[in-house]
């Protein structure tokens, strides 16, 4: 960690620290989905890190950045899985594939080409299915180049 730098969840602390001091109304209305109306105050011993931990806006808004994290590490784990698949049904069919070929694969962020390219793999049956999955790969634009 850099020297002076804050740890992300000191920066939330604080964060939610400011925005409760300047407007809890709002802040409390939006994650509540209500109105809200101040009576009085927060009391500052009130705006403790555990004590806003045990909220249950809190807790929800934990959550809901937990299930985000579990559904993007699925997503990512079932691409890798894919990317996996199709290199070896390639060396199954082909033998050999080229350096190339596997690092495309890879290295490809598009979900559904990704997908295309996998089920293309699982149904090629012979050798000449599987180069022409390859030279399809070959020549799919590069990540780097479209986004240029």
């Not at 990512?76 to 894919?82: A, F, M, S, T, V």
């Not at 060396?91 to 070929?101: C, I, M, P, S």
């Amino acid at each position: 960690m850099k020297c002076g730098s804050v740890r992300p969840m000191e920066s939330f602390d604080r964060s939610l620290k400011h925005l409760l001091a300047l407007a809890p109304a709002e802040l409390l209305g939006f994650g509540l989905g209500l109105t809200v109306r101040i009576i009085r105050p927060i009391e500052p011993s009130l705006l403790t890190r555990e004590r806003l931990m045990q909220s249950t806006l809190y807790q929800q808004i934990f959550s809901e950045g937990e299930e985000r994290g579990e559904a993007r590490g699925e997503t990512r784990g079932r691409l890798k899985q894919e990317a996996e698949t199709i290199q070896r049904v390639l060396e199954a069919r082909l033998g050999v594939v080229d350096l190339g070929v596997r690092q495309r694969v890879k290295a490809e962020p598009d979900e559904r080409l990704l997908s295309q390219w996998y089920q293309a793999a699982i149904l090629c049956v012979d050798a000449d299915g599987a180069r022409q999955l390859a030279d399809q790969i070959r020549q799919a634009p590069s990540p780097t180049a479209e986004s240029t």
